[in-house]
């Protein structure tokens, strides 16, 4: 059973930073693309970030040079280190995984396993 479970969220003010973090388990982590994914309220789930399962990287426009995607093979952790944070970035943050398909599109279809979500929240 494939799951993926997210922490790190939180509260800050703006230009702070927060780490995120996935614990993936029940697949074969390292073969596997992972993303992460954010939602606000009233807006689509956009994608923020992906890395292939040979550690290319990929990110949206709008987190370039503030926001870093990492993984651990060795442990099946996923992170997102986020800095110099902006209101804009307020949404619940979703790690994601998949397989076969083009992932530095930062598509939602083309991840397959969802975690549950962890709110991060920026004031100004």
């Known amino acids: 059973q494939v799951q993926l479970v997210e922490s790190g969220g939180g509260s800050v003010q703006a230009g702070g930073s927060l780490r995120l973090s996935c614990a993936a388990s029940?697949?074969?982590?390292?073969?596997?693309?992972m993303g992460w994914f954010r939602q606000a309220p009233a807006k689509e789930r956009e994608g923020v970030a992906a890395i292939s399962s040979a550690t290319s990287t990929r990110y949206a426009d709008s987190v370039k040079g503030r926001f870093t995607i990492s993984r651990d093979k060795a442990n099946n952790i996923l992170y997102l280190q986020m800095n110099s944070l902006k209101p804009e970035d307020t949404a619940m943050y979703y790690c994601?995984?998949?397989?076969?398909?083009?992932?530095?599109?930062?598509?939602?279809?083309?991840?397959?396993?969802w975690g549950q979500g962890t709110q991060v929240t920026v004031s100004s």
């Open positions: 994601a995984a998949g397989r076969g398909f083009p992932w530095f599109e930062l598509r939602v279809s083309d991840f397959h396993y």
């Open positions: 029940g697949y074969a982590y390292s073969t596997y693309y």
